[in-house]
């Protein structure tokens, strides 16, 4: 996602989720709108310069970060087999 779209903030019940992930840095399987696949262990959420909600990770031992309209979908990966994937969408100020 280029960074020179403006943010869409995702609904605040699914942020709630990435923020008890990282308190107890689950590894997470996120597929991002471009449909790459993560594994990653969460460590925080942060407001960037662009004004963006980041989610800052560790993948395979390096850090990285995704901005959270960037993510399509995440669960836990330990999660049980019939565990359904969290849908991210921009949150509906109406």
């Not at 869409?8 to 597929?31: F, G, M, R, S, T």
């Not at 309209?69 to 994937?85: M, N, R, V, Y």
């Amino acid at each position: 996602m280029s960074d020179l779209n403006p943010y869409q903030p995702i609904a605040c019940d699914k942020y709630d989720y990435l923020e008890l992930a990282c308190l107890k840095q689950q590894p997470l399987h996120l597929v991002l709108i471009d449909q790459s696949c993560h594994l990653v262990v969460p460590h925080t959420l942060r407001i960037k310069s662009d004004r963006g909600e980041w989610l800052e990770t560790e993948e395979n031992g390096h850090p990285q970060a995704f901005r959270l309209d960037s993510i399509s979908k995440f669960k836990l990966a330990e999660a049980q087999p019939q565990q359904d994937w969290i849908n991210l969408a921009p949150c509906k100020n109406d």
